[in-house]
């Protein structure tokens, strides 16, 4: 079945450093895949999505490219910042399968940028 | 005023009781789902709704059910609450025509005793 593998946290780093979370994935189908972060006491939220192969998705700085050859999505950032700080998750969809916007998610890393 | 709003954002109670967790939503989508969130399993599926005619099961239905009273409503019961439900919820929301954004709630904590 369709599954998310992400990096194990926690991840700690220091304010602009760069940053790099893993993130392979398992499909049948085409999925569309998604980084969503989760700041303290919110719920989650869309970073950055990519629908097709060779496609990145960027917003605030972050970046994903959708690799098919490695079925990564893998979440970078050049210089991160201490608002930085959540728990950053990995998610694909895959609507052929239940006809639904039905996401699997990893298991979520939590970073940290310490000033 | 968030977009989608849970009730209650933390509840403590005892094993054997009835809990309902409420969600309510203001951005008009068909689609409405609950999440459960644990530590170091990631968000998992409970149950979802396309239309207040549809609900269906997610991956861990077991031990929950469900209403969606109205297209802004969907609700989340636990009959009888059992301590290995205590987790973190979430419900959200997503439109037909978008390709997977899901728009969460701020979450409901639950501890089962």
């Known amino acids: 079945g369709d599954s998310v593998t992400q990096m194990e946290g926690p991840v700690t780093l220091s304010e602009e450093a760069f940053l790099t979370i893993n993130c392979t994935y398992t499909a049948t189908g085409y999925p569309s895949l998604f980084w969503y972060v989760q700041y303290p006491g919110e719920g989650l939220q869309l970073l950055l999505k990519a629908t097709k192969a060779d496609d990145k998705g960027s917003n605030k700085g972050f970046e994903a490219t959708y690799r098919k050859e490695t079925t990564s999505f893998h979440l970078e950032k050049g210089s991160v910042q201490v608002s930085d700080s959540a728990v950053y998750f990995c998610a694909l969809s895959d609507r052929g399968k239940t006809g639904a916007n039905n996401l699997f998610f990893g298991t979520g890393t939590r970073l940290t940028v310490i000033p | 005023d968030a977009d989608v709003t849970q009730t209650p954002r933390n509840r403590i109670t005892k094993t054997g009781k009835r809990i309902m967790l409420e969600c309510s939503q203001t951005k008009g989508h068909d689609r409405m789902y609950w999440y459960r969130q644990d530590p170091g399993l990631g968000l998992r599926l409970i149950y979802y709704s396309f239309d207040v005619k549809d609900i269906n099961k997610g991956e861990i239905s077991d031990g929950y059910s469900v209403s969606r009273q109205a297209q802004a409503k969907f609700s989340l019961s636990l009959e009888s609450a059992i301590p290995n439900q205590t987790a973190l919820y979430f419900c959200?929301?997503?439109?037909?025509?978008?390709?997977?954004?899901?728009?969460f709630g701020e979450g409901s904590r639950l501890t089962v005793l």
């Open positions: 959200a929301t997503s439109d037909l025509g978008a390709t997977g954004e899901l728009f």
